[in-house]
């Protein structure tokens, strides 16, 4: 590189600093590209549950892929464990897994694999990969255990243990681990893949010091970091500074009936943020809390995504601040479980840190997402004789609420995944497991009503012909106090209906957060909630209302009813008639 | 005489490139038609019939052959004009089509809006029918149902219908009875099913390519038709031929079928023609750069042949048939550099365009583009750009340079100049990673082609980046899609449903043996329909490949298939052939697992001849007699003095050291301080580092080709 160096600082080539940027925001991106495309389990290759970073050999993030945007403020609280685990210990070649939540992690089914790579006989940097695996053991379903009590209960627990020792796989630790999981076969092909994306990350660090040098590519780095820095705390001054409340409630704590509630206050200083949870209800003795790390990290997303903030990396992440005593139901202590960590309890963590930015950004907050419903089912599969898992994302997909001047997507996925996870396919999956999937369409007058409306929900009905081994449902959402709010006069959606119709043709609902049985030929169905509203539904745009209307997603009926318009079913509009309804609505 | 003709018909000019029997080439440029595209075709052959001084119909009845490349099909997409278009699927899936998997641009932001929909849902219809999973009919066809959905598109005045059921690939019974009722109740409608498009699994993917089937079936079949008419009526009789999006090429019949196969064929011809230019110097593995005034599509040539993919995206919906592996990345001479709010210079991706352009143009723009970085820095000339058609105004790039990128960086206007042209070589670069290195390749084992308005200008620093240590900068760099298109083979890709697994090998051996004697089958049945000797056809096969239990698949060349019938024995190479190649893609293996074969995929070619190009003079190993100008230029810290040659006076032989600019017409090439430029027989240069000798690289770089390396499909000319 060529380029001359800044003046009065002769170090730092302000070019090189956005080259050196984009390349391991590359490398992060080819690691990535490996876990999609190479994965066994649909969790990786179609809901993208993982992230990959390149972080310095202290543990700062220095560049991220963004896949699993709830991962996107996570990656930083792993390393130190590690570090602290194997201070001096640690050579050329060696991977390290880890899922302990009390490790930095968030829940057990996440495992972190991570590579320090080294220059000059030090570490330089740490290439990892953070990703959901499709069963991590214990006696629920998937590592779903709702009537688990503590994190021995949900399965292996690893902490910081070299998988490969330089560059030998440990098989001894690899066979003891995967013994106690019920689905080695994936499993095993989704950490070797994982291992396959530190390396590919390894390679492209490598090249990188060897073209610029280690202690030039430091000081760059340096240089965009505190550059990130500059830039988000430029983006915080847009809110205006103050004390922002928000809070909202999960169905239930599980053990009771209890409504489990996150509260948050949101401190907005002078480019700086804190966030305040020590007001939260105390953690559950069931599966619905959080790791202090995750709801770190959801926290940080929901201001990343409010401020369409995209990079995450050590700079981005230091104007935050937090109170989060332990002892919460988002910061729950050892041993409690922390399974939903990454499921309900994120979704409130965003609701409640939504809800209070509302009233402070209002042009920019969105209506929340909707609430994850999710039943995992393990059966026999009859071609391959064995245990298999149909973790089946149809059930994800979660559309989210309105924003100024934006619907809701259809297909937003949960609050967690921000609309980066992928729909599967309705062939693959009839081909992977033995199902037949009768309807996958969205609902008509589903969606909470507002000037923006939310996403549609969608009725989902898929016939299993196999018998379950045990089946579980996670989430939250069925009663009208854990559904999204809508905001500014948006209608909030009713909530979803999870039921199981049996071959003799009674049908039933499915209770959330319970083991359920599958007989042959069941058919169970999801009504969705839509997402929630933004604005006054009597502000929105007639011929939204009309498309609307036309493409079948909102009844004649609605159309009067709640939006004040009046139209026929080929989308003719009596405007006349219309202003009046409009009129004589906003008056009652 | 004779001739044979290459016809780019692009969004704003045609492009011709004549060559003659005995090798003496003309090229041509006339505005493009939107409306009727044919006359403007037909304008460009009257002029080139006139420059030689005959009637049309003389000169069209001594043209053998006409290969032409539209993007009327791509256009049309862009600017939303193509036909009114309907989609019927099977009931419970309405809205797989336009859900498009929910896949959203952006996670950090709730405000984007998904993309307007090809087909608007309320002109989609779903019908009572279902296949499973084993291909059983479940549910018979409701022909009813068809006849009802006929009903609402003929009230919609519906002028193309797309159909795609779920398995359909399995069993496309209800898929043709559809159609045959469907072409009965509205005669006259351009129908198109998933079956006949796309045989694969993938609901989505194949209805979203059978949509765009449809959308621009009826619009390419008239263009197609009409062009036909009017050449036939003016005496030509030779083959007339039409360039897809996989680098190949095909005949009028497969055309009006298959219009989805042109969608991406505007950028596949560069590729092809850049690997015959270095077929000249039995270069096989290259990658190759084409650098234009808003993009750079970057795309990987491995022994010969570019890279293919089956998964692009056309206006954000799925296109799954397969098209050349371009990675198209936002830098390009108009690309807008800027400081953001952390201090960080950025290039790109939003672009000056040509109104109001870089801010040189002096037509209004403010903002400092990579040309004003060029100009800038003395590598472009002012009074000679585009062939001397635009005046450059120094002082106007300066002032945006200083104001948007100098100031604010605290950087001086050379250094600021340089920093641009050092972040969009680097983006570039790693445009170019995601096409090697990302596929398993080192591109440092490769030769750098740039070609463009704007490539050649970045070689040098691109190949540095990548630590590359060869270029070539073709002949008719600025035609080479038209050149491309009479270099290439006629191409037929077919896919096959499989479903095999490698630990059952009786079943697979004769599974695979049965597949590859129907698709060998069909793709002779096609080039004999084109009139394709038997000579000359060519097949590849390529199997889609998985270890069990992984949800995407590794398209894996598997050679010992084009060679005959698979033993059982052969087996186990062919299982490692596919670990390899998993391995140097992603890093590791499941080598102890089953693998699979999801499908089975022929590649049918056509060879065809190489056009005639002629020799260009020898001349002596100095250049001197190019000399136009010298004019200050920086490279690094320094401005140095810098020679300045003329393309059209350089002659075969001559060798340029630099630093030093090379201007043609319309391309403009940057020799580097650590590089030197030596000029080929055919007129294309090459470049390599100081310090080397230029006949070592070659013999380094160069290889034979294998037996199975064909879409050239040729050996060395």
Known sequence: MKSRARRGNPKVDPVLVSIIQNRLDAIAEEMAQTLMLTSRSGIFAEARDFVTGLLDADGRLLAQSRYFPGFACALPYIVPPVLARYKGDLQEGDVVIVNDPYSGNSHLPDMNVLKPVFDGGEIRFWAVCKGHMADIGGAGVAGYDPQGETVWDDGVIVPPTKLVAQGRIQEEVFNLFLRQVKLPEIVRGDILCQVGGVNIGERGLLDLIGRYGIQCIQRHAEAYLSASEKSMRAKIRSIPPGRYPGEKALDNDVASDRPLKVRVEVTVGDGEICFDFSKSDPQTPRYMNSTDAFTRSMAMLTVFATLEHSQSNDGALRPFRFVNPPGTCVHAEFPHSTVLATCSMAEAVQEAVQLALAPAVPDKVAAPSTKLIFPIISYIHPAKKRLDVNVDFFFRCNPSGGTLGYDGWEQGGPAQEMGMGRCPDPEIHELTHPVRIHRFEQAIDSAGAGQFRGGNGHQYRVQHFVPSVSAVVFGSGTRPHAVPLGLFGGRSPEPSELTIERASGTKKVIPLNSFFQVEAGDIIELREMGGPGYGDPLERDVDRVVRDVLDGYLSVAKAAEIYGVVVDQEGRVDHGATTALRQELRKS | MQWILGIDVGGTFTDFLEIEATGSVEILKTPTTPQRPAEGVLAGLNKLASRHSVTLEHYLSQVTLIVHGTTITTNAIITRNFAKTAYLTTKGFRDTLNSRRGIKRNAFTAKEAPPEPIVPQSLVRTVEERVDRDGKIVIPLNEEGVRAAAEHFREQHVEAIAVNYMFSFLHPAHERKTREILEKELPGIFVTISSEVLPQVRMYERGSTTVFNACVGPLLRTYICDLQRQLESSAFRGRFLTMQSNGGVMSPEVVKEFAANTLLSGPASGPVAASYFARRHKLRDLVTIDMGGTSLDACLVRDGRASITNQSEVAEYALALPSLDIHSIGAGGGSIASVDAGGMLKVGPESAGAVPGPAAYGSGGTKPTVTDANLGLGYLNPDYFLGGERRLNLDLANEAITAEVARPMGLNVVEAARGIIAVVNAQMANGVRQVSIARGFDPRDAVLVAAGGAGPLHACGIAEELGMQLILVPRTSSVLCSTGMLVTDLRHDMVRFASLRLDEPEHTVSALNELRRELLAHGDKVLAEEHVPAGRRRFQFTCDMQFEGQFNVLETEV??????????????????????????????????????????????????????????????????????AHRRAWFGKKALVTTVYESSRLRAGNEISGPAIVEAATTTIKVDPQWNLKVDPIGSYLMWEKGTALNRLLARFSRQATSSSHQGGRGAP
């Open chain 2, 559 to 628: 050679a010992i298939l084009a060679d005959g019938p698979i033993r059982p024995k052969q087996l186990p190479t062919l299982a490692q052939t596919f670990i390899n190649h998993h391995e140097r893609v992603y890093g590791y293996t499941l080598g102890d697992s089953v693998i699979e074969i999801q499908s089975v995929r022929l590649s049918a070619i056509g060879v065809t001849d190489d056009p005639p190009f002629r020799n260009i003079a020898m001349g002596t190993r100095s250049a001197k007699a190019a000399v136009k």
